[in-house]
């Protein structure tokens, strides 16, 4: 599968950004989608995962209850809907894709990656 993420931008704290990750080879619904981050000088971080079905989801606790992942298997696409933006939330936001049925959060599991989308927020 090939991702390609878009949607990133800049923004004041407090704004939203709705990331998407399309595939443009392969069915995204064969895979399940993880978002990961990677701030500058800082190693890249999961951000949340969603299952196959979209029935499951698992988010980093900094953005619980700010961020939603989704997806929609018939338009091929995965989404991050950020909210409440802060700061910190500055990065690279990277899709990927994988196979296993578990809810990975570790980035080695996901063999396949979309390029960053990059997300600035400002205080």
């Known amino acids: 599968v090939q991702l390609q993420a878009s949607g990133g931008g800049m923004v004041q704290a407090g704004g939203s950004l709705r990331l998407s990750c399309a595939a443009s080879?392969?069915?995204?619904?064969?895979?399940?989608v993880g978002w990961f981050r990677q701030a500058p000088g800082k190693e890249n971080e999961f951000v949340a995962t969603i299952n196959r079905s979209g029935g499951g989801t698992v988010y980093e606790t900094s953005v619980k209850g700010r961020f939603t992942i989704s997806r929609d298997n018939a338009e091929n696409t995965a989404y991050l809907q950020m909210n409440s933006l802060r700061p910190e939330d500055t990065a690279v936001y990277y899709c990927?894709?994988?196979?296993?049925?578990?809810?990975?959060?570790?980035?080695?599991?996901?063999?396949?990656w979309g390029q960053g989308t990059l997300v600035t927020v400002s205080s």
């Open positions: 990927a894709a994988t196979s296993s049925s578990a809810m990975e959060v570790v980035p080695t599991w996901y063999p396949y």
């Open positions: 080879v392969g069915a995204i619904s064969d895979y399940a």
